[in-house]
Each structure stands twice: as structure tokens, then as C-alpha cells.
């Protein structure tokens, strides 16, 4: 008996190793389409691939998957000046896909010249399909006191690029809540702002309501442990409501671990659904119409 239950639990440990680099099957399609209003395709495509397997344009590829199953629309989000170069070139040859450009909080203390790199991205926030100026905002995880800086810095800088440009600010909140409300407030908002990958409880997410931010939930908000993340889901109006795969990060339950794509936002979007005691197709549409608000017509 003993013998038997080892080898059951060996099977199980290398079947989940064999399968952690697999993409997860397609999930149902959704009847009323909906957008990926974050993701990194050229994360994604370099260090996993490309859903169904290797592709000559695997960018086409992916937006071929999502689309397959709903998801018709993608939001190309730079981190760095060659992202955002490579994410505003993709969103001008997929009409499937907008841009945004960004230096990433953890990147802008990195930096030998940050003016330098904010000029770049500047100078690429004026294109016509580049719709947003993120992810840019606050996380010292990584970087320690000793990045705040420049964080704040570079943060402020792109609040202002978005107010110039009148593009979406989509940012990049990691337990900073109340330093990303503080610069907010010291420069004043732009008229659209995203917070991505939302990641706050419900009284957070009523203060950004209240604020009319549009507030942006991943795969995150399926965890087993996201208890207050559903609680702010609950208290966020559907206009403003977005969803997000952060692909190739993320990846929401039941495949939690293995590589996200934009084709998998259906198992968020149904969660959500569930969990809120939203109508599916009526909550797709809301999404829809919030993103359109947010970064313009596809």
C-alpha cells in the first residue's frame, strides 16, 4: 500500500513538471467579446511560446488564439524603451492590438540616465496607437528604500507625459497604495487612470471608485487566497471594471502556474461573473465599453 501511494505521488510530481511550461487548454468562448486590457506579448512569445505551438508570426498566432475564444481585443504594455519601441511597432501591424509605453518601477532605478529614457518614451507616447503611459508607478520589493527616488521620479514624469498626450495612466501599484494616492494627488491625475493588476482591499478599491479610477483585476482574484481581492471586485462598479491576463504572469485557477496568454481572460472574466452575481454577457459588455473609454476605439 505504501509502495503503491509513492509511485501514485511520483507520477503526480512529474506530470506537474512536465506540464508547468505547457500552455493550459482554451476554455469555453464567450459570446459577447471582450479585451486583454494588459499583457506582454513579447515577454510571453520569447520565454513561452505561443499557445497550439511554434508559429512563423506568432504574434498573429496569439491574437488568433484569443480571438477563438472571445477575447478580441489586446493591450500591448511596455516596461522598458525597447518594449514600448517593440509594443507601439506591433500595435500599428495588428489592428487587434494598442500600446502603451512605460518605464517599469523597478527599471528607473536601474538606469544610468533616467532623463534620457523618459525623453525616449516621450517621444513615443505621441503615436497614434500607443494609448497608454504604463506601467509606471511604485514597488520597492525589488529595488528597497534606495529606489524610491527615482521611482517617484519617473513616476511623476510619466503622469505628466500622460496629461500632455492625453493618454490612459495605467500604473503599477505593489503594496503602495497610499504613495501612489500621495503622487496622484501632488500632480493631479490624468483624466484616465488604470490600476493594473489591482491588487488593494475593498476599502482601497472604493477610494479609487470614489476617485474614478478604472480598476484592472488578473488572474490573482481566482486564488484560493485572494479573499480580500473578491471583496474588491464585489465593490467595483462594472463601468469601472477592466480584466487582465499580465500574461505570461499570472495565470488565473485552475492552471495556476503554468504559462498565461490573453485566450485564458475567460476564466477571469466567468470568475468574476460568478463571484459578483453578474450577468456574463452584461458584465463582457461593461468591460468592453470601459476599455473603449479607456484607450480609444481598436
Request: hydrophobic content about 45%; glycine content about 8%.
Amino acid at each position: 500500500m505504501l509502495a503503491a501511494m509513492s509511485e501514485q505521488t511520483e507520477t503526480r510530481k512529474q506530470r506537474a513538471a512536465r506540464r508547468a511550461g505547457e500552455f493550459p487548454p482554451a476554455p469555453e468562448a464567450l459570446a459577447v467579446p471582450v479585451l486583454d486590457s494588459h499583457t506582454h506579448l513579447d515577454i510571453t512569445v520569447s520565454e513561452a511560446g505561443v499557445p497550439g505551438g511554434p508559429a512563423d508570426d506568432p504574434v498573429a498566432a496569439a491574437i488568433a488564439v484569443a480571438a477563438g475564444v472571445g477575447v478580441d481585443r489586446l493591450v500591448q504594455v511596455g516596461v522598458d524603451v525597447e518594449s514600448s519601441r517593440w509594443g507601439a511597432d506591433v500595435a500599428e501591424r495588428y489592428g487587434a492590438v494598442l500600446a502603451t509605453v512605460a518605464l517599469h518601477p523597478n527599471e528607473a532605478p536601474r538606469l544610468p540616465d533616467l532623463d534620457e529614457a523618459l525623453r525616449q518614451i516621450e517621444a513615443l507616447a505621441g503615436r497614434d496607437r500607443v494609448r497608454g503611459i504604463g506601467e509606471t508607478g511604485m514597488d520597492f520589493f525589488r529595488t528597497g528604500d534606495e529606489g524610491r527616488a527615482a521611482q517617484e521620479e519617473s513616476f511623476r514624469a510619466h503622469i505628466a507625459i500622460a496629461k500632455r498626450y492625453g493618454k490612459a495612466l495605467v500604473i503599477h501599484d505593489r503594496d503602495a497604495h497610499a504613495d501612489v494616492l500621495r503622487v496622484l494627488d501632488d500632480e493631479g491625475a490624468p483624466d484616465t487612470v488604470v490600476l493594473h493588476c489591482f491588487s488593494g482591499d475593498a476599502d482601497f478599491a472604493r477610494e479609487c471608485v470614489r476617485r474614478g479610477y478604472l480598476l484592472s483585476f488578473a488572474g490573482t482574484v481566482t486564488f484560493g487566497s485572494a479573499t480580500a481581492l473578491r471583496a474588491a471586485a464585489a465593490v467595483t462598479p462594472p463601468a469601472q471594471l477592466l480584466v487582465e491576463t499580465d500574461a505570461p504572469y499570472l495565470t488565473p485557477m485552475p492552471h495556476r502556474g503554468r504559462p498565461n496568454a490573453s485566450y485564458l481572460i475567460p476564466l477571469t472574466v466567468r470568475f468574476l461573473a460568478e463571484t459578483t452575481g453578474a450577468d456574463l454577457d452584461e458584465l463582457c459588455a461593461a468591460i468592453s465599453a470601459t476599455g473603449e473609454r479607456a484607450f480609444g476605439p481598436w
